[in-house]
């Protein structure tokens, strides 16, 4: 339990003050124990700071399994839509994990911008994949061609992604707009391409 409420803590300073901004000491006095007792739990300040990003970005596909698991049955059309609909959603009950991911995305610190690199790529890879076996189950075998099917999940991973950057700039302001443009080109995109096949 503390070292949830450590690495909760740690969140919260990390994304307001930055890592180098955020001390052991501050996160410490943030859950209420001396500073020496997150040597428990986590050897060195880095380790702490993966642990955090881990659990921001493991929070995002927990909640994306259980979306899934409401709307299994649905078409893939409605599936994928509902996905971004949701983020919205998402976004204002765990902005602060949101927030975290893209700040230090895009301005990683310098010593750990390899490693943050790679465990988003793994994260990235997890959530393709999700998607990926859903493609697979729905389509026959005889329309069903994996690398196309990879081609359109890389660009809604970028279209995701994307929806996430709006809420964290613009809130919920224009966010139903730009989910029903963004959905209607992608959607045409793959209707057109399963068209040329025929």
Not at 156 to 180: A, I, P, R, T, W
Request: contains cysteine; negative net charge.
């Amino acid at each position: 339990m503390t070292s949830k409420l450590i690495i909760e803590a740690a969140l919260k300073l990390f994304t307001q003050h930055g890592y180098e901004g955020a001390s052991l000491a501050d996160i410490a006095k943030e859950v209420g124990i001396h500073k020496s007792s997150i040597y428990t739990h986590f050897q060195k300040k880095e380790d702490l700071f993966f642990a955090v990003f881990d659990y921001a970005m493991s929070d995002y596909r927990e909640h994306l399994k259980q979306l899934l698991n409401t709307i299994q049955y649905d078409s893939i059309e409605d599936i994928l839509y509902k996905i971004l609909c949701n983020v919205g959603q998402y976004y204002n009950h765990s902005a602060e994990k949101v927030v975290f991911q893209k700040r230090f995305l895009l301005f990683p610190p310098i010593s750990l911008q390899d490693e943050l690199k790679n465990r988003f790529a793994s994260f990235d890879d997890s959530l393709i994949q999700i998607l990926f076996s859903i493609f697979k189950e729905r389509l026959p075998k005889s329309e069903f061609q994996s690398q196309e099917v990879k081609d359109w999940l890389n660009a809604y991973s970028c279209v995701l992604d994307g929806l996430f950057s709006h809420m964290v700039y613009y809130g919920n302001v224009g966010f139903d707009e730009k989910v029903s443009s963004v959905w209607n080109l992608f959607w045409g995109g793959i209707q057109h391409s399963t068209l040329l096949r025929k």
